[in-house]
């Protein structure tokens, strides 16, 4: 059997891996910077925190009918087109509105848009990904590369411009993702017997397995809640400045990326179950450490773990996704997921906004006691996947 191509010679990995850059460039700016943006507008930490909270309530709606039907018109690359471009002009006019009851409803329809691209672009990399006998994670970590660009490029701008600014490095970034979805190849359709009835999304809900592991993604994913939201308020009013912020961010993603690159290498015999176990466990000990305002100088170590608590949850998320998922629903499970991890994550996003303006960092023990949850339902899923 042939040797798979090298990333610098396999044009659809290449294509794939522009359009995660050019997706995270907008992630790694707006994810830490974005509640700047809005202070600087003259919210409150909590109408932030219901600014950032309710448009996640999208994703409960948008995302599983979205990709359902990506899936059911076979359209992954038409559908991520379309939702770049919509994203784009609605954080456009973002940037031109004033007062929060605008900003709130230019930001849900924003959502709208962005909510399902990554869960597309995720089936979209499964599917193609899979048929070339190529791995995930490699290709997926120049999305996170460009996660460090955005949050060290944006925090080092931030020193010399002002903070409203920032809204228009989003929209520059979203821009450049509509050119790179453009230049996506388009994937080969799941085969499909003409007389052979499609695949119910129901099976995914029938099937305990998929629901102990969307049930610990969630949770662990979501207990970042309060990391993405407040973590740069609280390290801006502890006296760090905008460029040490954008590389503590970037060295969280710096283990992330360290991680998708040698995810290909790692034992066959790692089950997806104990990758996510790692994670949850990654999880817990950073949400309770930075509960008690910890050292500056531990701060690094504390952000390495973002290695476990992101991106070890995630590739066990698609190691499951990849065996355990039907090709023909792929975008539909993805979206199930994300449906599931929008609404624990607006939930949690909307009460740390309130438990963080009472109790300072202390909030992160709930952040915590989520990822508990997460640990707990990835041994139930472990247990499941060795008797089954």
């Known amino acids: 059997m042939a040797a798979p191509p090298d990333f610098s010679t396999d044009r659809f990995a290449l294509k794939l891996g522009l359009f995660y850059a050019a997706y995270f460039v907008f992630g790694g700016v707006q994810l830490p910077f974005f509640p700047l943006w809005l202070e600087s507008r003259g919210l409150d930490p909590r109408t932030i925190g219901v600014v950032i909270a309710v448009p996640m309530v999208v994703r409960i709606i948008a995302t599983p009918i979205i990709t359902h039907q990506a899936d059911r018109r076979r359209a992954l690359k038409s559908t991520l087109v379309l939702a770049s471009m919509a994203a784009t002009v609605a954080m456009t006019v973002l940037g031109l509105v004033q007062g929060a009851p605008a900003i709130l409803l230019t930001f849900i329809v924003a959502a709208f848009a962005f909510s399902p691209v990554l869960s597309l672009t995720d089936a979209y990399a499964l599917n193609g990904l899979t048929a070339r006998g190529r791995a995930y994670g490699p290709v997926r970590l ?81 207990s970042h809640a309060l990391y993405y939201g407040f973590s740069t308020l609280q390290w801006r009013a502890a006296g760090l400045d905008g460029t040490i912020i954008g590389l503590l961010w970037g060295l969280g993603v710096a283990a992330e990326v360290a991680l998708f690159a040698l995810s290909g290498r790692l034992p066959a015999q790692l089950r997806p179950t104990t990758l996510i176990a790692i994670g949850a466990t990654g999880a817990i000990v950073r949400w309770s450490a930075m509960a008690f305002d910890p050292p500056v100088a531990l701060l690094p170590v504390l952000q390495l773990l973002h290695g476990g608590s992101f991106a070890a949850t995630h590739l066990g998320l698609m190691g499951f996704m990849a065996r355990g998922v039907p090709r023909e629903l792929a975008a539909t499970a993805q979206g199930f997921v994300s449906t599931w991890s929008g609404l624990v994550n607006a939930s949690a996003t909307f009460v740390s906004g309130f438990v963080y303006a009472a109790t300072g960092s202390l909030a992160y023990l709930v952040m915590a006691a989520m990822a508990t949850v997460g640990l707990v339902s990835a041994l139930t899923a472990a247990r499941r996947w060795q008797s089954g």
């Not at 590369?145 to 490095?169: H, T, Y």
């Not at 520059?172 to 230049?183: D, F, K, N, R, Y």
């Not at 017997?193 to 592991?213: E, G, H, Q, W, Y």
């Open 142 to 222: 120049w999305g996170s590369v460009a996660f460090i660009a955005g949050n060290v490029g944006a925090g080092f701008l931030l020193e010399w411009f002002a903070p409203g600014f920032l809204i228009w490095l989003i929209v520059g970034s979203l821009a450049v993702s509509v050119i790179a979805a453009l230049a996506l190849t388009p994937v080969a359709a799941a085969p499909h017997a003409p007389d052979a009835p499609r695949a119910s999304p129901k099976v995914l809900l029938r099937n305990p397995m998929f629901l102990a592991i969307a049930l610990a993604s969630g949770m662990i994913q979501s």
